[in-house]
């Protein structure tokens, strides 16, 4: 196991984690889960790599999920838009724009719907959490897990389908790629300031997932208290993880915000 100190969970249950929870969540995405501040705009078209082109001249990415994987996808999403006839309200996220000066919005139709819960609903976009975009990401969730368990648009492609953290190869083979991975907690610690949760019992060779020691503090707010405030509680507990795949000797997910997390059942 990775060494380390027990590290101490406070705080909330991680939003949308533990099944029971789910089932009481809302079936479709709020008003109250965006920013009541919004601006008007009129959508153009749609890019290959998922940028709307807005009629003003600017760019726009939609918060809170992953831009089309693959043309078949793609082709989905242009299906969705074509359906716009309206202007749609823009709701900024906590960072509303990226790097390159793209809009990042929560985008909600004149039916007063999100656009991402249309696309996440058919299938057509997995959530992807992000520090600078959490909102609505609950509500999401739990449409995504509808949409999977349908196998609705992309689940059904067996690419897409989430990996098991005992697969080591073929997570090594999902190097670079944003992935569902699902596991039982072997171990779980605290270096540093930096955690570890592990997925088998040789950190070298297995599945582990890390939050950086400047993330961390978010998730002392909003795990709580599994068992009995140590963090070795979570050793025997079913996670769903979500995040791009990196190597760090064996295959790793760096998570930066809880809702990347899912508690699915304690099994041992």
């Not at 590290?7 to 109250?32: F, S």
């Not at 929560?106 to 039916?111: A, F, K, R």
């Not at 955690?195 to 890390?210: A, P």
Request: proline share 5%.
């Amino acid at each position: 196991m990775r060494p380390g100190r027990a590290l101490k969970w406070q705080g909330r249950i991680l939003p949308g984690v533990i099944v029971a929870l789910c089932l009481t969540l809302p079936v479709k995405a709020q008003a109250a889960c965006w920013s009541q501040k919004s601006q008007t705009a009129t959508i153009m078209s749609l890019g290959a790599d998922g940028t709307v082109m807005l009629a003003d001249g600017r760019q726009m990415l939609l918060a809170g999920i992953e831009t089309p994987p693959d043309d078949k996808v793609r082709a989905g999403w242009r299906q969705v838009f074509d359906a716009i006839n309206a202007p749609v309200r823009l709701h900024p996220v906590l960072q509303p724009q990226d790097r390159y000066g793209r809009l990042q919005m929560l985008v909600v139709t004149g039916e007063g719907v999100l656009l991402q819960e249309k696309l996440v609903a058919r299938g057509l976009a997995r959530v992807m959490p992000q520090k600078r975009a959490r909102d609505c990401l609950e509500a999401l969730l739990v449409i995504e897990a509808t949409a999977r368990q349908a196998q609705r648009g992309l689940w059904r492609d067996p690419a897409f389908t989430p990996r098991n953290a005992d697969d080591v190869d073929g997570l090594m083979g999902d190097e670079g790629h944003y992935m569902l991975v699902e596991g039982i907690v072997v171990d779980a610690s605290n270096r540093q300031g930096r955690l570890y949760i592990n997925f088998g019992d040789d950190w070298r060779t297995d599945f582990t997932v890390t939050v950086e020691r400047a993330d961390a503090r978010l998730f002392a707010d909003e795990i709580a208290n599994i068992v009995a405030g140590e963090v070795a509680a979570i050793v025997g507990h079913r996670l769903r993880v979500r995040g791009f795949v990196t190597r760090y000797n064996g295959p790793e997910i760096r998570v930066t915000v809880p809702e990347q997390i899912e508690v699915l059942t304690k099994v041992r």
